[in-house]
Protein backbone atom coordinates (compact mmCIF):
# COMPACT_ATOMS: atom_id res chain seq x y z
CA UNK A 1 0.00 0.00 0.00
CA UNK A 2 2.82 2.26 1.05
CA UNK A 3 4.69 1.47 -2.44
CA UNK A 4 1.93 2.51 -4.26
CA UNK A 5 1.46 6.09 -2.76
CA UNK A 6 4.69 6.19 -3.60
CA UNK A 7 4.66 5.85 -7.12
CA UNK A 8 1.86 7.57 -7.25
CA UNK A 9 3.16 10.60 -5.86
CA UNK A 10 6.27 9.89 -8.52
CA UNK A 11 4.08 9.92 -11.31
CA UNK A 12 2.56 12.74 -10.23
CA UNK A 13 5.61 14.71 -10.17
CA UNK A 14 6.57 13.56 -13.64
CA UNK A 15 2.95 14.62 -14.73
CA UNK A 16 3.50 18.54 -14.10
CA UNK A 17 6.05 19.25 -16.52
CA UNK A 18 3.80 18.27 -19.54
CA UNK A 19 0.45 20.14 -17.99
CA UNK A 20 2.59 23.58 -17.45
CA UNK A 21 2.19 26.36 -19.75
CA UNK A 22 5.09 26.90 -21.91
CA UNK A 23 6.36 30.17 -22.37
CA UNK A 24 7.33 29.64 -25.95
CA UNK A 25 4.39 28.49 -26.61
CA UNK A 26 2.35 31.62 -25.85
CA UNK A 27 4.68 34.04 -27.78
CA UNK A 28 4.17 31.49 -30.42
CA UNK A 29 0.84 31.81 -30.75
CA UNK A 30 0.82 35.45 -30.46
CA UNK A 31 2.82 35.33 -34.04
CA UNK A 32 0.11 33.31 -35.53
CA UNK A 33 -2.39 35.68 -34.04
CA UNK A 34 -0.52 38.20 -35.20
CA UNK A 35 -0.12 36.97 -38.34
CA UNK A 36 -3.64 35.93 -38.83
CA UNK A 37 -4.80 39.72 -37.89
CA UNK A 38 -2.01 40.73 -40.93
CA UNK A 39 -3.43 38.45 -43.51
CA UNK A 40 -7.22 39.83 -42.86
CA UNK A 41 -6.13 43.42 -42.60
CA UNK A 42 -4.57 42.66 -46.52
CA UNK A 43 -7.99 41.05 -47.64
CA UNK A 44 -9.79 44.20 -46.66
CA UNK A 45 -7.20 46.28 -47.94
CA UNK A 46 -7.21 45.01 -51.10
CA UNK A 47 -11.47 44.45 -51.09
CA UNK A 48 -11.56 48.57 -50.24
CA UNK A 49 -9.21 49.43 -53.12
CA UNK A 50 -10.72 47.04 -55.85
CA UNK A 51 -13.84 49.00 -55.21
CA UNK A 52 -12.11 52.23 -55.82
CA UNK A 53 -11.33 50.71 -58.61
CA UNK A 54 -7.41 50.93 -57.82
CA UNK A 55 -6.09 47.42 -57.05
CA UNK A 56 -6.46 44.80 -60.08
CA UNK A 57 -8.78 42.02 -59.50
CA UNK A 58 -6.12 39.14 -59.55
CA UNK A 59 -4.67 41.24 -56.60
CA UNK A 60 -8.40 40.87 -54.64
CA UNK A 61 -9.22 37.46 -55.67
CA UNK A 62 -5.40 35.99 -54.26
CA UNK A 63 -6.35 38.24 -51.32
CA UNK A 64 -9.70 37.06 -50.63
CA UNK A 65 -8.76 33.27 -51.02
CA UNK A 66 -5.67 33.76 -49.03
CA UNK A 67 -8.30 35.15 -46.29
CA UNK A 68 -10.62 32.27 -46.57
CA UNK A 69 -7.84 29.99 -45.75
CA UNK A 70 -6.30 31.71 -43.33
CA UNK A 71 -10.09 32.17 -41.18
CA UNK A 72 -10.97 28.79 -41.75
CA UNK A 73 -7.81 27.88 -40.29
CA UNK A 74 -7.81 29.54 -37.51
CA UNK A 75 -11.85 28.12 -37.11
CA UNK A 76 -10.47 24.57 -37.59
CA UNK A 77 -7.88 25.06 -34.96
CA UNK A 78 -10.38 27.13 -32.19
CA UNK A 79 -12.67 24.06 -32.71
CA UNK A 80 -10.37 21.77 -31.76
CA UNK A 81 -9.02 24.06 -28.91
CA UNK A 82 -13.07 24.15 -27.65
CA UNK A 83 -13.23 20.60 -27.84
CA UNK A 84 -9.76 19.44 -26.06
CA UNK A 85 -11.69 22.03 -23.08
CA UNK A 86 -14.52 20.25 -23.11
CA UNK A 87 -13.41 17.20 -22.83
CA UNK A 88 -11.32 18.14 -19.71
CA UNK A 89 -14.37 19.55 -18.67
CA UNK A 90 -16.57 16.21 -18.84
CA UNK A 91 -13.40 14.31 -16.98
CA UNK A 92 -15.07 12.59 -13.74
CA UNK A 93 -12.92 13.95 -10.99
CA UNK B 1 4.06 31.57 -45.53
CA UNK B 2 3.11 28.11 -46.24
CA UNK B 3 3.48 26.50 -50.24
CA UNK B 4 -0.34 26.82 -50.49
CA UNK B 5 0.11 30.58 -50.23
CA UNK B 6 3.25 30.38 -52.64
CA UNK B 7 1.16 28.10 -55.34
CA UNK B 8 -1.27 30.98 -55.30
CA UNK B 9 0.98 33.82 -55.45
CA UNK B 10 2.07 32.12 -58.87
CA UNK B 11 -0.61 31.32 -60.23
CA UNK B 12 -2.34 34.98 -59.61
CA UNK B 13 0.84 35.99 -60.90
CA UNK B 14 0.36 34.02 -64.42
CA UNK B 15 -3.48 35.49 -64.75
CA UNK B 16 -2.20 38.89 -64.42
CA UNK B 17 0.73 37.78 -67.31
CA UNK B 18 -1.98 36.78 -69.40
CA UNK B 19 -4.41 39.06 -68.94
CA UNK B 20 -1.61 41.84 -69.71
CA UNK B 21 -0.98 39.99 -73.28
CA UNK B 22 -4.46 39.74 -73.80
CA UNK B 23 -4.65 43.64 -73.31
CA UNK B 24 -1.56 44.35 -75.92
CA UNK B 25 -3.25 41.91 -77.95
CA UNK B 26 -6.49 44.01 -77.74
CA UNK B 27 -4.53 47.16 -78.52
CA UNK B 28 -3.60 45.61 -82.08
CA UNK B 29 -6.55 44.48 -82.81
CA UNK B 30 -8.31 47.96 -82.20
CA UNK B 31 -5.57 49.39 -84.28
CA UNK B 32 -5.80 46.59 -87.38
CA UNK B 33 -7.00 49.86 -89.06
CA UNK B 34 -4.08 52.90 -87.91
CA UNK B 35 -2.05 53.64 -90.49
CA UNK B 36 1.98 52.84 -89.96
CA UNK B 37 1.04 50.79 -86.94
CA UNK B 38 3.43 48.33 -85.70
CA UNK B 39 1.76 45.64 -83.71
CA UNK B 40 3.17 45.09 -80.06
CA UNK B 41 4.85 41.58 -78.95
CA UNK B 42 4.47 40.53 -75.63
CA UNK B 43 7.45 38.47 -74.10
CA UNK B 44 7.71 36.72 -70.76
CA UNK B 45 9.91 36.26 -67.58
CA UNK B 46 10.32 34.71 -64.53
CA UNK B 47 10.36 37.71 -61.87
CA UNK B 48 13.58 38.16 -59.74
CA UNK B 49 13.24 35.81 -56.94
CA UNK B 50 15.90 35.34 -54.22
CA UNK B 51 16.43 31.62 -52.59
CA UNK B 52 13.12 30.35 -51.81
CA UNK B 53 10.71 32.94 -52.98
CA UNK B 54 8.71 31.19 -55.62
CA UNK B 55 9.23 32.13 -59.23
CA UNK B 56 6.78 34.30 -60.32
CA UNK B 57 6.20 35.10 -63.93
CA UNK B 58 5.69 38.63 -65.68
CA UNK B 59 5.85 40.31 -68.72
CA UNK B 60 8.63 41.76 -69.71
CA UNK B 61 9.17 44.85 -72.48
CA UNK B 62 6.81 45.32 -74.94
CA UNK B 63 8.82 45.20 -78.59
CA UNK B 64 7.18 46.27 -81.66
CA UNK B 65 6.79 43.87 -84.65
CA UNK B 66 9.73 45.26 -87.32
CA UNK B 67 8.13 43.50 -90.52
CA UNK B 68 7.08 45.34 -93.47
CA UNK B 69 3.87 47.57 -93.22
CA UNK B 70 1.32 46.55 -95.39
CA UNK B 71 0.45 48.43 -98.70
CA UNK B 72 -2.81 49.95 -98.85
CA UNK B 73 -3.70 51.47 -102.42
CA UNK B 74 -5.92 54.44 -101.76
CA UNK B 75 -5.22 57.54 -103.81
CA UNK B 76 -8.24 60.08 -102.28
CA UNK B 77 -6.56 58.98 -98.73
CA UNK B 78 -4.38 62.22 -97.00
CA UNK B 79 -1.26 60.18 -96.11
CA UNK B 80 -1.15 58.35 -99.36
CA UNK B 81 2.32 59.37 -101.78
CA UNK B 82 2.65 59.88 -105.53
CA UNK B 83 1.81 56.11 -106.25
CA UNK B 84 -1.26 56.56 -104.50
CA UNK B 85 -0.11 53.95 -101.86
CA UNK B 86 0.04 54.70 -97.99
CA UNK B 87 1.15 52.75 -95.30
CA UNK B 88 -1.29 50.20 -93.63
CA UNK B 89 -0.56 48.76 -90.28
CA UNK B 90 1.53 45.14 -89.95
CA UNK B 91 -1.34 43.60 -87.81
CA UNK B 92 -2.26 40.41 -89.21
CA UNK B 93 -5.90 39.39 -87.54
CA UNK B 94 -5.66 35.80 -88.06
CA UNK B 95 -2.37 35.74 -85.96
CA UNK B 96 -3.72 37.99 -83.04
CA UNK B 97 -7.09 35.98 -82.79
CA UNK B 98 -5.09 32.49 -82.36
CA UNK B 99 -2.72 34.57 -79.92
CA UNK B 100 -5.87 35.79 -77.70
CA UNK B 101 -7.05 32.17 -77.44
CA UNK B 102 -3.63 30.87 -76.24
CA UNK B 103 -3.76 33.66 -74.18
CA UNK B 104 -7.39 32.00 -72.67
CA UNK B 105 -5.78 28.90 -72.94
CA UNK B 106 -3.39 29.79 -70.60
CA UNK B 107 -5.37 31.76 -68.45
CA UNK B 108 -8.02 28.70 -68.03
CA UNK B 109 -4.78 26.62 -66.95
CA UNK B 110 -3.85 28.87 -64.14
CA UNK B 111 -6.92 29.34 -62.88
CA UNK B 112 -6.99 25.66 -62.40
CA UNK B 113 -4.02 25.44 -60.81
CA UNK B 114 -5.61 27.93 -58.35
CA UNK B 115 -8.80 26.05 -58.33
CA UNK B 116 -6.52 23.43 -57.17
CA UNK B 117 -4.36 24.91 -54.58
CA UNK B 118 -7.60 26.08 -52.93
CA UNK B 119 -9.59 22.54 -53.10
CA UNK B 120 -5.83 20.68 -51.61
CA UNK B 121 -5.80 23.28 -48.79
CA UNK B 122 -9.54 22.91 -47.83
CA UNK B 123 -9.02 19.42 -47.62
CA UNK B 124 -5.95 19.68 -45.65
CA UNK B 125 -8.44 21.79 -43.25
CA UNK B 126 -11.19 19.08 -43.64
CA UNK B 127 -9.01 16.54 -41.80
CA UNK B 128 -9.22 19.23 -38.32
CA UNK B 129 -12.78 19.22 -38.72
CA UNK B 130 -13.29 15.65 -37.90
Redesign the interface.
Given at each position: MDIKAISAAQKYSAAIPAVTPDENASAFMKDIALDFADTLARGEHTAKDSMIGDA?P??L??AL??T??VV??AV??R??VVEAYQEILRMPV | MSDFSKALDVSSSGLRAQANRLRHLSENISNADTPGYRRKLVSFQTAFSLGDAPAEVKTGRVHLDQSELEKVYDPAHPLADDTGQYDGSNVNLLIELADAKEAQRSYEANLKMFEQTRKMSSGLLDLLRR
Open positions: DHAVQAQELETAVNK | -
